[in-house]
């Protein structure tokens, strides 16, 4: 029997390889408030380092709709004030490009 949750630690393991960022990025699945999907955090202690925080009561399917989407804010921090702006939608394509790359080809 496959474990729980399987396809999404594959694709986590595969963004935080493939995301180039300066910083280790670490993806977590918690309890969030309702409303909140997913964030993506600059920490620097105890070491510098982006941690990604998934909703746990999503689907594994659309937590990683959510991963791709946090692991491009990674991707693009501090290039611009807008968090949705031009440099993160070219993160996003590219980081996502990757992904379909990978699973879908």
Do not use: Q
Not at 14 to 41: H, M, N, S
Not at 83 to 102: M, N
């Amino acid at each position: 029997m496959a474990r729980k949750w399987s396809h999404f630690r594959i694709v986590s393991a595969f963004l935080k390889k493939t995301a180039g960022t300066k910083y280790p990025i670490y993806i977590r699945r918690v309890k969030l408030p309702d409303g909140f999907d997913g964030t993506c955090e600059f920490r620097t202690t105890p070491k510098k380092c982006f941690l990604i925080l998934i909703n746990r009561k999503l689907s594994e399917a659309y937590s990683i709709d959510v991963a791709i989407h946090e692991v491009a804010h990674a991707m693009s921090w501090g290039k611009e004030k807008d968090f949705h702006g031009p440099k993160w939608g070219i993160a996003y394509s590219k980081i996502y490009r990757k992904y379909l790359k990978e699973f879908h080809e």
